[in-house]
């Protein structure tokens, strides 16, 4: 990728900003700790970092490095991560993540050897911790771009790869300013994106050469736990023999709209099982007053209410084994700004999925709504007495529900094959063993 005169001025100007960005990012984060849990949590994880780093990572070692921002992107690189324990037994996996909302809950995660949080960028922040780091391989996700760290990974001539990645005309990276954001992309030995569209995008910007689709592998990810799936007898004992709805990575915009649709007197005999995003106590105490009949699964599990028509996930970790039990599903974070939840955990198990209308940045999304495996709701129709409507409508037409599922079905095990295809090029291309 050539780069002129100008294009270098622009870069430079855009780096002293670049270097204020993350200073006014850290000083907030800072005011903010006393007072904001995952700030809080985002300043003391990273206190002492590299140390820590330090102290477990032996200069023998044989280190292949994954980053992911949060818990979705880790998603997206866990099938690749196990992949590559199996295909480089002799080497280790380092895990570093940007968001405490990802560390926090996979930072006990068996299938690598580290994880950490990533230190803020910087140049000498980056040449410290490639020093103790030294990978071999190194795997960013998604949206993951860091200008130091991509610089110093390049310079080192370290083997760095994107991953189902997904580039949108709006993006910077296509604006005049962006020029600073393509010197970035740039960097990589090869961008694996998830469309046609987004390699489009990157063919105008110069990096066709370096740039092909493999597609998403979370797809991959969701099918190895449909065939993996964990049961659970208390809540088949639950459902029984009626029709229920899983409603999963609720917020309560989401929870609103549901309470709304089981008005329906339609619905009487249609049971819910709620597994929040936030699962804390004031939110808990909001959902029992929302559904005053609800019982909590940790108390269900032990002194379970026959007459109880909902179930409140107060855990983490079974919403995607609770939907292979759904008649259809929801999934939250439709109502809110940055938009829904991961959709591809229930239409893995063949149901329908409904959302809410903030969907657009989510291409599975667009792309079930177009072949009618899922229906977004809008908020100029009064969600909720749509979303009973639907729920409804479905529950007395078996075919339609039936065809709505097939469709979501049909359509996540067309999409397998993204983890192979990466792992094919990464054996091509570099003999590590």
């Given at each position: ?6 294009h270098l001025?622009?870069i430079?100007?855009?780096l ?6 993350l200073?006014?990012?850290k000083?907030c984060?800072?005011?903010?700790a006393p007072?904001?849990g ?6 003391m994880?990273?206190?002492?970092g590299?140390k820590k780093?330090?102290?477990?990572i032996?200069?023998?070692d044989r280190?292949?490095?994954m980053?992911?921002a ?9 099938p690749?991560i ?9 080497h ?6 940007f ?7 996979q930072k006990?995660?068996k299938?690598?050897?580290w ?8 140049p000498k922040?980056?040449k ?7 990978p071999e391989?190194v795997?960013?996700?998604?949206y ?10 390049s310079?080192?001539?370290?083997p ?5 990645a997904?580039?949108?005309k ?5 604006r ?15 961008l ?19 740039s ?6 979370r ?6 736990i ?11 004992q639950?459902?029984g023999?009626s029709s ?5 990575s609720t917020w309560?915009g ?20 709620i ?9 808990l ?5 929302l ?15 026959p007459?109880t028509?909902?179930?409140i996930?107060?855990?983490?970790g ?6 292979r039990?759904a008649t259809?599903?929801y999934v939250?974070g439709?109502f809110?700004f940055?938009?829904i ?21 989510s ?5 079930l ?6 229906i977004a709701l809008?908020?100029d129709e009064?969600?909720g007495?749509m979303?009973?409507?639907h729920?409804k409508?479905l529950l ?16 996540v095990?067309?999409k397998k094959?993204?983890t192979a ?13």
């Open positions: 990728m050539q780069l002129t005169l100008q001025k622009r430079a100007l855009y002293v900003f670049y270097h204020i960005f200073l006014f990012f000083i984060l800072w005011v903010a007072f904001h995952k700030a809080r949590s985002w300043v994880g990273r206190k002492g590299l780093m330090r102290s477990q032996n200069p023998q280190v292949i490095w980053h992911v949060s818990l979705g992107e880790f998603e997206q690189g866990r690749l196990e992949q590559l324990r199996t295909a480089y037994p002799t280790k996996i380092l895990l570093t993540f968001s405490p909302s990802g560390y926090e809950v006990n995660y299938g690598a050897d994880v950490f949080y990533l230190p803020m960028d910087g922040t980056a410290r911790f490639l020093d103790i780091a030294h391989l795997l960013f996700v998604k993951e771009f860091w200008f130091y760290y991509l610089k110093k990974i310079y080192r001539k370290i760095l790869l994107l991953i189902a997904l580039f949108r709006e993006m910077s990276f296509f005049w300013y962006g020029a600073i954001y393509r010197k970035m992309a740039a960097r990589f030995d090869h694996f994106v998830q469309d046609k569209q987004s390699l489009a995008l990157l063919n105008k910007m110069g990096l066709g050469s370096i092909s689709i493999a597609g998403d592998t797809f991959d990810r969701v099918i190895e449909a065939e993996n799936h964990t049961s659970f007898k208390v809540i088949e639950f459902k023999d229920l709805l899983v409603a999963g309560p989401d929870e609103r709209v549901i309470a709304r649709a089981f008005e329906n007197p339609a619905l009487s005999d249609l049971k819910l099982i597994a929040p995003h936030e699962v804390n106590v004031n939110h105490k909001e959902l029992q007053l559904f005053p009949t609800a019982q909590l699964f940790s108390t269900y599990q032990h002194a379970p209410t007459a028509s909902v179930l996930i107060d855990s983490i079974i919403l995607s084994s609770l939907y039990y259809f599903a939250g439709g809110k940055p938009g939840h991961n959709i591809l955990e229930a239409a893995v198990y063949g149901v329908p999925v409904f959302f809410g209308p903030h969907h657009q940045r291409l599975e999304a667009v792309e709504i177009a072949i009618k495996g899922a809008q908020t009064d969600p007495n979303l009973g409507l729920l409508s007395t037409d078996p075919l339609k529900l039936t065809k709505m599922g097939d469709a979501a079905y049909q359509y095990h067309s094959g993204a295809t990466i792992m094919d090029f990464i054996r091509k291309r570099w003999a590590f063993n």
